[in-house]
């Protein structure tokens, strides 16, 4: 399989790139089939990242593709303002099904970002609803990624995500983060230590007062930062604090929703129901974007019957693709395959072999820290004295070269691989970075 490569790489302003590295180096993908993407000269290379921890069925699974394809043969695109068609309310109500109980209703988007933005928009609405509309304020936490939204980046804790583009939203705090490199290094599932870091917030709650704030929201895992597991008892803490305060408790699981993490959700992994759920990514095994907030009962009806009996639209907010026909299709597509296959309980099943590979790496050069939960790892590197992130890069294009795609976000290797992996799969990819790492500097 060999496919021609473009001959000008000027006129793309990538992402998230070192777009002057890359246009003097390229590494392109052309075709992925199941675990493997393949370069344009149809070299293999192994998906250890899932795409970006997006396609958990693995690529180009033929039940999805069918869908895409039949339903673009029958309806493009569908307006859902005043408007609807049946395939959003199918997907609407199998999302539905696999949330945890009392997050019933399913509001459409077309990424993480939007629906994080989506999120703390509904948390405004509902106490403007609650005729609390002096709840305002947001509590995100440090090393968070919640997305490039306005909303997403004041409330997320990465510093380079926010310094380019000014003091973000107003009224917004921080809880602190939750690695503990001292107490937690190369921790099996979840860390120890740290559950006291959620009482953080009380002190929060003292400074600002709690009829001031509106929603605290996190990531159950902290993905985009390097993999950071929730130390035991932490989101158990934060749900009853922010139950106690009539403070919504919202949970980005852009990420770990899913499979990810051995189920549906983490919040049914790790048994914290919050108020509302943030969704994208693997919604449609990333064959087409599509995002979804998952809502309470209690948040939807105050919404819904804020103006009484009077008619109208009672929350304004929405997008142009908001349950775009091809991404339901998809969407539906995706959740029977996760279903037939079981590949939610095949990613639990398969955590103790994830879980044994990956600590293996435990005294490779380079290696502080290996951390795990479900089908995610993250290797954390010392960084290069004087240059932060140039190792994690080396390290990512060796192994590219080698044959096995992973991310790095600074020094940290982040696993995240498709949910179809065998055991020799995952045996190849560490083997790989084994391999890799005594030659980096």
Known sequence: MAFSAPNDLSSWWMPFTDNRYFKAHPRLLAAAKDMHYFTPEGRPVLDGTAGLWCVNAGHTRAPIVEAIRETAGQLDFAPTFQLGHPLAFQLAARLAGIMPAGLNHIFFTNSGSESVDTALKMALAYHRAQGQGQRTRLIG????YHGVGFGGISVGGIMPNRRAFGPGLPGIDHLPHTHDLLRNAFSRGQPAHGADLADRLEAIIALHGADTIAAVIVEPLAGSTGVLVPPLGYLERLRAITAAHGILLIFDEVITGFGRVGAATAAERLGVVPDLICLAKGL????????????SQAVHDAILAAPGDA?????FHGYTYSAH???CAAGIAALDLYAAEGLFARARALEPVWE???HSLQGA???IDVRNLGLVAGIELAPRPGAPGARGQDVF???FDAGVLVRVTGDIIALSPPLIISEAQIEEIVAAIAAVLPAID
């Open 365 to 367: 050069r380079h290696v």
């Open 141 to 144: 936490r440090e090393r968070g």
């Open 311 to 315: 008619p109208g639209i009672e929350l």
């Open 325 to 327: 026909v091809l991404a």
């Open 397 to 399: 294009r060796a192994l």
């Open 284 to 295: 449609t095994n990333a064959a087409v974007p599509m995002g979804a907030v998952a809502a």
């Open 356 to 358: 044994a590979a990956v």
